[in-house]
């Protein structure tokens, strides 16, 4: 809410959801999940394990979607297995391989090094 003359301000009214099941609805006018219901919420495993003991799918994926992501992604996949990068690697403690020296160079800059 936006207030104007003579009293101005801004306040922020939230609505959440309560924790668990069922559609629980509680106002609030900041929200921090934890100390506004004073319980800890469900893990996301727990959220997804209880859906499923209730036989709701709405957050599993349908496998013909599954099916249709594989297909995007495989041929991906593929091109980088049979791809060799060249990756300049270096030892742990240095600062870095010569590589990222030119790198910068090109465009006039170094590294600060302490």
Known sequence: MVRIQPE???SLRFFSKRPGSGMTLRRHDGLH??????ERSPSAYETLLLDALQGDATLYTRQDMVEASWA????????????????PNY?????????????????????RIP
């Not at 030892?91 to 590294?111: F, I, N, Y």
């Open 33 to 38: 999940y934890g100390t506004s219901f004073g």
């Open 72 to 87: 995007v992604v495989q041929p991906i996949l593929d091109v980088w297995a049979g791809t060799k990068f060249e990756f």
């Open 91 to 111: 030892a742990s403690g240095t600062w870095g391989p010569k590589e990222s020296d030119e790198m910068l160079a090109r465009r006039g800059h170094v590294w």
């Open 8 to 10: 101005e301000g801004i």
